[in-house]
């Protein structure tokens, strides 16, 4: 089964998600104690506040250049699969963390609900870029003749 969806959208998607990420990264690195609450407790496991802010904004301008240079009819779906992971492996990280301390707190966040959606977000869009990688072969698959 495949979807159709015009590649206008996915280009949208995928800028959309890389500002976000931009913009979450700026606000980690920002002065403040972010995760210092407790339902970030376990994030703190695998990233403190300013690592987690600079991957984040040099995952998105890395992933806004790709698409920059995309734009500008030069492929460059590694890059752009490169910050979906990195995009995908920070929103699961988060929904996860936010699971876990939802059991403590007695209270589902919304931050769980949101950072779930761009999970899939981020997964669908790799998803289109590893697709996008495979037809153009950036990954070296040729077929044998």
Not at 3 to 11: G, Q
Not at 19 to 36: I, R
Request: with cysteine; charged share 10%.
């Amino acid at each position: 089964m495949t979807m159709n969806i015009p590649y206008a959208a996915t280009r949208a998607l995928e800028v959309t998600l890389s500002a976000m990420m931009g913009v979450c990264g700026v606000v980690l690195v920002l002065p403040g104690e972010t995760f210092s609450l407790p339902q970030y407790q376990l994030v703190t496991f695998f990233f403190n506040e300013i690592w987690g802010g600079v991957i984040l904004i040099v995952s998105s301008v890395v992933g806004g250049g790709a698409l920059w240079v995309n734009g500008n009819g030069r492929p460059s779906p590694i890059f752009r699969l490169a910050r979906c992971i990195v995009g995908a492996s920070f929103w699961a990280t988060l929904c996860v963390a936010l699971f876990e301390s939802s059991s403590v707190l007695k209270v589902f966040p919304l931050m769980m609900g949101v950072s779930f959606v761009l999970f899939i977000a981020e997964f669908y869009s790799g998803v289109r870029c590893g697709a996008d990688a495979s037809h153009l072969r950036t990954f070296g698959r040729h077929k044998g003749r």
